[in-house]
């Protein structure tokens, strides 16, 4: 899989009590895959003991229960492990202002200040796909055909279509301009851009070169890293 630029990359995802650090919600559970150079490395997965009882709705959401955290580890532990998984890595998230905010707020002690950068599926699918019915990731998966290895609101299955999806915008993109000049600023100023322009301004880039993207699903699930938590 060529579609992504090169360097690596961290899918990030979070199962929360709700909806806002600012509001008391915390981090029940989280995924952090990585992909190098377009191929997928390992994957850090753990439950987390938010120190509070995970609401019904969540519960209903997700399947996780306050009992299935009994014994995992802290929020500190499993962040000092998330903080040195990611490094300086930029993340990718769908819906990066959602996680991107429990991560900072979760990890602060371990960030030090550190500038978080983030690219956003979400963004970028609004921009790559304009005109989807919905642009929830379930949505976008469904429509798009990539499998789902497991039920969908828990973090591992969510990064695992999150970097699916990320492929298959960054296959279309580069397709729309110069392969040798599609990179991360590509990227970062294509999510802040004008939706309509979108496609516009991709073409100013210079002119289509073929994809080199491999088949849907070649990138492989990863290597689940979980012991390092406990």
Known sequence: ???????????????TTGLSPAMGARVIEVSAREVVDGRAGHELLTFVDPGVRVPAEITQITGITTAMLSGAPTSA???RQLTSFIGSSPIV???AGFDRR????EASAFLDGQHVRAFCTLLLARRIFPGRKSYRLGGLVDEMGIA???RLHRASADT??????FDRICADA???????SFDHDVLHRLQRIRIAGAHEWLATLGSPAPSSRDKPGSLGRGTP?????N
């Open 77 to 79: 532990v499993a962040m």
């Open 102 to 105: 429990f991560y900072e707020h």
């Open 148 to 150: 789902s290895p497991g």
């Open 225 to 229: 890293i979980t012991s390092s938590l």
């Open 1 to 15: 899989m060529n579609s992504m630029p090169s360097g690596r990359f961290v899918v990030l995802d979070f199962e």
């Open 174 to 180: 580069r397709a729309r301009c110069r392969a040798e």
């Open 93 to 95: 998230c769908h819906n």
């Open 160 to 165: 695992f279509v999150t970097t699916h999806l």
